[in-house]
């Protein structure tokens, strides 16, 4: 079962995303005040969602699990690196496809308001942390300091959230995850959306395995340096 | 001599400073964090946490906001818009009995119509005036998305009309 969905996942990614564009620029209708500029609508968020919620979030939890001595391993040390890794990526690409919207949207390529502004921190947050593990030699004193910082600066996330809610702001509130629980998103548009939250959500997992894998060998090569400069200086007679 | 040799080879050896290098690029990385956030907050949060005055506050607070560059945010009037030659006129309005006539220098946005929100750049005319100059509108569209045109007609072969 497990072989089995890994097999899928990026057939099933793939299938998504397109079927998220062909719908998005093809069969959604235009927004009765953006017109056809809405459909970055299919886009911009899905990449959001996945950029503070399921790739930070994931950093985030794996770094939890990193700290309590019960689920200690390097294992998830691994999965916060490269969850954090995909982080950027898509914290990169939030501001960047937001950018495109707000120049004909909004009128400007950027607003230094309370959502941009904590965002471009966010993804100062993610690079500070890899900056973090090339500084620290020892794994395991760079694997603790990497959790610790992941989990303090997570409370940025929340900060993200809410600054529409709590600020005047030039971006506007939410469209699905309302503080009253309605949606702002009608019709074929708003299930074309939530193909897209998926199909991201997916290509976040999809990158997150092979960024994994790529780790693993990276761990193993070096594992076996260590092993060949060992059995070098035996045969040296040191 | 074979003893003192033994002796030197069990001597305790001093580690290398590995783990005080790695804390003083950590200390380095912390620092270079706080200068980026310090000067990113500065341009966003702390000079504007809340990123516009609304028309009824801005008219709450003429007297100290004088002809301070502030941006204004507010409702389109309907039939209040003029285009000139250097850009548009109209008239905000706040809460239904607030109302503040505008003048803009530059193009306004796509999204720029009647019954908009906007935010407008710029400052009040004088220090007693209700005429704001502004040097850039932006656009505040709301959070709702609804298809244009939701009641069009569809014909038999289901085209639409």
């Known amino acids: ?238 | 001599m074979a003893d003192v040799e033994v002796e030197s080879a069990l001597t305790p050896v001093d580690p290398p400073a590995s783990k005080s290098r790695s804390t003083w690029r950590s200390i380095g990385v912390i620092v270079v964090l706080i200068g980026v956030v310090v000067v990113l907050l500065s341009q966003g949060l702390l000079s504007s946490l809340n990123y516009f005055e609304t028309v009824d506050q801005a008219l709450g607070q003429r007297t100290s906001l004088g002809t301070k560059v502030i941006r204004l945010e507010g409702v389109v009037e309907p039939g209040t818009i003029s285009r000139t030659n250097s850009g548009a006129s109209f008239t905000l309005t706040g809460s239904g009995t607030h109302h503040v006539f505008v003048t803009a220098q530059g193009s306004p946005p796509q999204l720029f119509q009647a019954n908009i929100p906007v935010v407008v750049v710029g400052h009040f005319v004088s220090t007693t005036s209700l005429s704001f100059a502004g040097t850039q509108i932006m656009v505040k569209h709301s959070s709702s998305y609804i298809a244009a045109h939701p009641n069009r007609v569809k014909a038999p072969n289901g085209t639409s009309r």
């Open chain 1, 1 to 238: 079962m497990i072989m089995l969905s890994r097999r899928l996942l990026g057939p099933v990614t793939l299938l998504l995303l397109a079927l998220t564009f062909w719908l998005g620029l093809w069969i959604t209708p235009p927004d009765a005040v953006q017109g056809n500029l809405v459909r970055l609508l299919y886009v911009h968020p899905p990449i959001a969602w996945v950029a503070l919620y399921v790739s930070f979030g994931t950093a985030t939890i794996a770094s939890c699990l990193y700290l309590w001595k019960r689920t200690r391993s390097d294992v998830m040390d691994r999965i916060a690196h490269c969850a954090m890794e995909v982080s950027v990526v898509f914290i990169a690409l939030t501001l960047i496809t937001g950018s495109i919207w707000g120049r004909p949207t909004w009128g400007v390529w950027w607003a230094w308001d309370a959502r941009l502004t904590s965002t471009a921190i966010l993804g100062v947050f993610a690079l500070a942390y890899l900056a973090l593990r090339r500084a620290n030699d020892d794994p395991t004193l760079r694997a603790r300091r990497s959790a610790v910082f992941a989990i303090l600066t997570a409370i940025n996330v929340p900060i993200i959230h809410f600054s529409v809610q709590w600020w005047k702001t030039l971006h506007q509130g939410a469209s699905v995850l309302t503080s009253n629980g309605t949606l702002n998103v009608h019709g074929s548009m708003l299930w074309t959306m939530l193909i897209g939250f998926v199909g991201f959500t997916l290509l976040f997992f999809w990158l997150l395995r092979y960024r994994y894998r790529l780790e693993v060998k990276r761990d193993l090569k070096v594992a076996d340096a260590v092993v060949e400069a060992l059995a070098l200086r035996r045969r040296e007679g040191v």
